[in-house]
């Protein structure tokens, strides 16, 4: 069984690890990065911060440099959440409908600020919307990633009921990532809400199992049975740290690792 390393919550301990193996050339060649909706609001709750989403476009472009394929998955929270609206009295399928498209919003934000600094990009949805984005066909979002442009997957999975999070793992599987970097507003998991609790401790490592049993609000359970199921390996990392993606791809023991196994 994994033993649990973990951290107090501010402590310094992981900046200190060495860095990647690979002198700074990328660990993972394919890689989905979910990043929740609420970065995009930069330091405020809602909407989209086109600064925030030009800085993060400029980090997008040094790990597309590094020689990564990249595919991105963009949540919708600092726009819409199903679940939020329908405890207001909405129809759970139509407020998640919402959310869906909120992602789509964002997707095309992103998508613009990428295509200013000469990224190619491909918005990929998955309902159906051609006059903005292409639709989701698993084959064209592996040739796409191939031939070297960056994927943004966008539309969740088109069901009802999952989430963003879920769609990271489920596109991770169906275009073989090798691992699903979640990018957060914290530096990783913790025991505890470190904004709330100073003797939070963060883990340096977990197992799926464990993620499940302590019910670590990370990602919802049907995201991490996904990943459990099929071994890919996650990182929940800060986004808000500059650098840290391409930390992240290089290897860099940074945020936390969940997986079946020792890193
Ligand atoms: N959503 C959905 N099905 C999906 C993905 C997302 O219905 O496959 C809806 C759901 O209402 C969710 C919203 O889209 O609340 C935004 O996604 P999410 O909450 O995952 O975004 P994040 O928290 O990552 O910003």
């Known amino acids: 069984m994994l033993v649990i390393i973990s951290v107090k919550a501010g402590q310094k301990t992981r900046s200190q690890r060495k860095p990647g193996m690979n002198n700074g050339g990328p660990k993972y060649k394919r890689i989905i990065l979910k990043v929740t909706g609420e970065v995009f609001a930069g330091t405020g709750n809602f909407g989209i911060d086109g600064a925030t989403v030009k800085a993060f476009a400029q980090e997008i472009k040094e790990v597309k440099d590094l020689g990564c394929e990249l595919a991105l998955v963009i949540g919708g929270g600092n726009i819409f959440r199903g679940a939020v609206a329908s405890e207001i009295g909405m129809d759970r399928a139509s407020a998640d409908t919402m959310g869906m498209l909120a992602t789509v919003i964002n997707s095309l934000a992103l998508q613009d600020a990428l295509e200013k600094i000469g990224v190619s990009t491909r918005v990929l949805s998955a309902i159906e919307m051609r006059q903005v984005a292409e639709p989701y066909i698993r084959r064209r979002a592996?040739?796409?990633l191939e031939k070297g442009r960056v994927v943004i997957f966008a539309g969740g999975t088109?069901?009802?009921?999952?989430?963003?999070?879920?769609?990271?793992?489920?596109r991770a599987m169906e275009v073989s990532a090798e691992v699903i970097l979640k990018a957060t507003k914290v530096d990783g998991i913790y025991d505890a809400d470190p904004l709330k609790?100073?003797?939070?401790?963060?883990?340096?490592?977990?197992?799926?199992?464990?993620?499940?049993?302590?019910?670590?609000?990370?990602?919802d359970s049907t995201a991490i049975?996904?990943?459990?199921?099929?071994?890919?390996?996650?990182?929940?990392?800060?986004?808000?740290?500059?650098?840290n993606i391409k930390r992240v791809v290089s290897g860099e023991s940074i945020g936390t690792l969940v997986s079946g196994g020792k890193r």
């Open 197 to 219: 609790r100073s003797d939070a401790n963060k883990f340096e490592e977990l197992t799926y199992i464990e993620v499940l049993n302590r019910e670590l609000k990370v990602m």
């Open 225 to 243: 049975s996904l990943c459990m199921d099929n071994q890919l390996p996650i990182i929940v990392f800060n986004i808000m740290e500059k650098g």
């Open 142 to 144: 592996t040739r796409h």
């Open 158 to 170: 088109g069901n009802p009921y999952f989430t963003t999070d879920t769609t990271a793992s489920l």
